[in-house]
C-alpha cells in the first residue's frame, strides 16, 4: 500500500483559494492514477479530480474551470489548486493513489469555506 500525506487544507472566504499537496511514500511515476476526493459531513464521498500517470486529467462537474489537479513526479507529490473557492466545497479532502489493483488512501485535510 502506498503511504499518502495531505496537507494544505485550512479557512478560507468565499472567492479565495487554495493549495492542497499530497505526498507520496513512492515514486508517483509508477502509480497508474491519482486523485483527489471529498466529503461532506452525511454525505457520500464523492471524486473531484484525477490524474494518471500519462497526464490526463478528469474533473466532477462541480469543480470544473476551478479546480486544478497536477503532479509532480520529482517531488513524489499532487497537487490540487482549487480557486473561486464556494462554500459547498466544504468538506474533508481525501488523497488517492490507484496502483494496479491498489487502493490507497490518506488521513484527509478539511478545507472550510466561509460565505
Known amino acids: 500500500q502506498v503511504q499518502l500525506v495531505e496537507s494544505g487544507g485550512g479557512l478560507v472566504q468565499a472567492g ?5 499537496s499530497c505526498g507520496a511514500s513512492e515514486s508517483i511515476f509508477s502509480i497508474n492514477i491519482m486523485g483527489w476526493y471529498r466529503q461532506a459531513p452525511g454525505k457520500q464521498r464523492e471524486l473531484v479530480a484525477i490524474i494518471t500517470s500519462g497526464g490526463i ?31 459547498e466545497d466544504t468538506a474533508v479532502y481525501y488523497c488517492n493513489a490507484r496502483k494496479w489493483d491498489l487502493v490507497s488512501w490518506g488521513q484527509g485535510t478539511q478545507v472550510t469555506v466561509s460565505s
Open 16 to 20: 479565495g483559494s487554495l493549495r492542497l
Open 57 to 87: 486529467t478528469n474533473y466532477a462537474d462541480s469543480v470544473k474551470g476551478r479546480f486544478t489537479i497536477s503532479r509532480d513526479n520529482a517531488k513524489n507529490t499532487v497537487y490540487l489548486q482549487m480557486n473561486s473557492l464556494k462554500p
